[in-house]
């Protein structure tokens, strides 16, 4: 079936590291893909995504490459910031039967300290 | 604010008891669905409606049920209720279900509690 696995965390970075958080995926004909942050306390939200093969997707400094080739779409900033602390969530939606289901990673925790 | 307000906030209950959630989607938004997010079993896919009709199902209990109302706000049944069913649960909904479009937006959440 189709499925999103990521690195396990939690990670912690200095401020100003870079971050590599690692996505892979299991899916049926030609998925959209998605990263979704859930700061502390708040709900998910969009933070970029990618509809085809080789788009990227970039935001607020991060950016991630739909990869067919290797099944990837990992995520990556370079300098992060203490305000970047979140739960940072892969996704796919519109593989196979389950169309319209968005399927989620199980979520990478980041902390980024002074 | 993503636009999609859910109530209560916090829900206190205890064990044996039944509680309705509730969800308002964006506004033009078709599609809603119901996350329980809890932190052994990480964030879990309930169930989708799309325009008033069940779409999907996931890890949905036969002791919960959910509705979509002809104004699309939509409910969520939880009966019976265990220890284990105390989590946040997350309400979100899109504006179709085209996986191109089908950015979701995520409510802020009832958190749960059973004693």
Avoid at chain 1, 58 to 80: C, D, P, Q
Avoid at chain 1, 84 to 96: E, I, N, P, Q, R
Wanted: hydrophobic share 30%; charged share 15%.
């Amino acid at each position: 079936g189709n499925s999103v696995t990521q690195m396990e965390g939690p990670v912690t970075l200095s401020e100003e590291a870079f971050l590599t958080i690692n996505c892979t995926y299991t899916a049926t004909g030609y998925p959209s893909l998605f990263w979704y942050v859930q700061y502390p306390g708040e709900g998910l939200q969009l933070l970029l995504k990618a509809t085809k093969a080789d788009d990227k997707g970039s935001n607020k400094g991060f950016e991630a490459t739909y990869r067919k080739e290797t099944t990837s779409f990992h995520l990556e900033k370079g300098s992060v910031q203490v305000s970047d602390s979140a739960v940072y969530f892969c996704a796919l939606s519109g593989a196979g039967t389950s169309y319209d289901k968005v399927i989620f990673g199980p979520g990478t925790s980041l902390s980024v300290i002074p | 604010d993503s636009g999609v307000t859910q109530t209560p906030k916090h829900l206190i209950t205890a064990t044996g008891q039944r509680v309705t959630l509730r969800c308002s989607p964006r506004s033009g938004d078709l599609s809603v669905y119901w996350y329980q997010q809890s932190l052994d079993q990480g964030l879990q896919f309930l169930i989708q409606y799309y325009n008033g009709e069940e779409r999907a199902k996931g890890n949905i209990l036969e002791r919960f049920s959910a509705q979509q109302f002809p104004d699309l706000h939509s409910e969520l049944n939880l009966s019976s209720l265990e220890l284990g069913d105390s989590a946040l649960y997350f309400c979100a909904s899109s504006v179709d279900n085209r996986p191109n479009n089908n950015e979701q937006f995520f409510g802020p959440g009832t958190r749960l509690t059973v004693l």
